[in-house]
């Protein structure tokens, strides 16, 4: 059970807008920043989004992040079938004492 | 270029040890606080432990404290996981991640972990 609650799954045809939501706490998205990974397994994960909706150069704008209180959300839009992936949102808790990671959301492009 | 090197996984026995290293390249090393990640097969990223830059301060997911210990050589830019006691459950892709740069954000390759009889 993560500590960061992500829907299992997420799809949609190219071309289409696709969000996936992220569930916290005061401990974790309620008091840090969120972050937001894609992950294709056995390779390095890639930051997508930082501090709640900044996106790192050469991410595309396609892909937006935002927040409020507890709980976070990361959209892509004009859906592409390479953005077919995991995606998985993190932050700090400061009750753990730790990084806390959703259970992660797989993105299937139709 | 920053990079991020893992090594010392492999097979071990339930109850075994292995220790896993990171040698980093291309940035300070010292002044960088640094974490292991790890992905079990067909689960999600699933965070292991910290270690602040002095390595004088160290946390530990609840999975996995009190048998692994964090560690770090400045001077040999090198992080360390000591896994003791192994679980079945401790088997997975291990990542040594520079995490919180906000925006460098820099991962290693991984190094696999196989806990079983």
């Known amino acids: 059970q993560s500590v960061l609650t992500q829907p299992p799954s997420a799809s949609g045809t190219p071309g289409q807008r696709v969000t996936i939501s992220c569930s916290g706490s005061?401990?974790?998205?309620?008091?840090?920043?969120v972050y937001w990974y894609q992950h294709l397994p056995g390779t390095a994960p890639k930051l997508l989004i930082y501090r709640n909706n900044q996106r790192p150069s050469g991410v595309p704008d396609r892909f937006s992040g935002s927040k409020s209180g507890t709980s976070a959300s990361l959209a892509i839009s004009g859906l592409r079938s390479e953005d077919e992936a995991d995606y998985y949102c993190?932050?700090?808790?400061?009750?753990?004492?730790?990084?806390?990671f959703g259970g992660g959301t797989k993105l299937t492009v139709l | 270029e920053v990079q991020l090197v893992e090594s010392g996984g492999g097979l071990a026995q339930p109850g075994g040890s292995l220790r896993l290293s990171c040698a980093a390249s291309g940035f300070s090393f010292s002044n960088y606080e640094m974490n292991w990640v790890r992905q079990a097969p067909g689960k999600g990223l699933e965070w292991v432990s910290y270690?602040?830059?002095?390595?004088?301060?160290?946390y530990y997911a609840d999975s996995v404290k009190g048998r692994f210990t964090g560690s770090r050589d400045n001077a040999k830019k090198s992080l360390y996981l000591q896994m003791n006691n192994l679980r079945a459950e401790d088997t997975a892709l291990y990542y040594c991640a520079r995490i919180g740069y906000d925006p460098d954000d820099y991962w290693g390759q991984g190094t696999l972990v196989t806990v079983s009889s």
């Open positions: 270690i602040s830059d002095s390595g004088s301060t160290v």
């Open positions: 993190a932050g700090w808790d400061d009750r753990l004492s730790g990084w806390v």
């Open positions: 005061s401990s974790n998205i309620g008091s840090n920043y």
